[in-house]
């Protein structure tokens, strides 16, 4: 799943505070904060964030040896 620094990251990517996000995911600004801050969650609450970045443009890279992080999508 992903982690609270790709969170960040794709939040900062697409310019959207905290609420913003946590409008389009449909889940409390504080929930946000907290996975943010590197709290456990329900999956199906990561699931919903991550299925509302991913429709904004987000793609989540996973771990690789590299390091996790999140990118634009082309197009």
Do not use: C, Y
Not at 6 to 30: C, F, I, T, W, Y
Not at 44 to 57: K, M, N, V
């Amino acid at each position: 799943m992903i982690t609270g620094a790709q969170l960040r990251m794709a939040r900062s990517a697409l310019k959207l505070g905290v609420r913003d996000l946590a409008a389009l995911a449909k889940v409390s600004p504080a929930t946000i904060t907290r996975i943010e801050g590197d709290n456990p969650a329900n999956l199906s609450t990561l699931a919903a964030i991550r299925t509302a970045l991913e429709a904004a443009g987000v793609e989540f890279i996973p771990e690789n040896g590299g390091g996790a992080g999140v990118r634009m999508r082309k197009g």
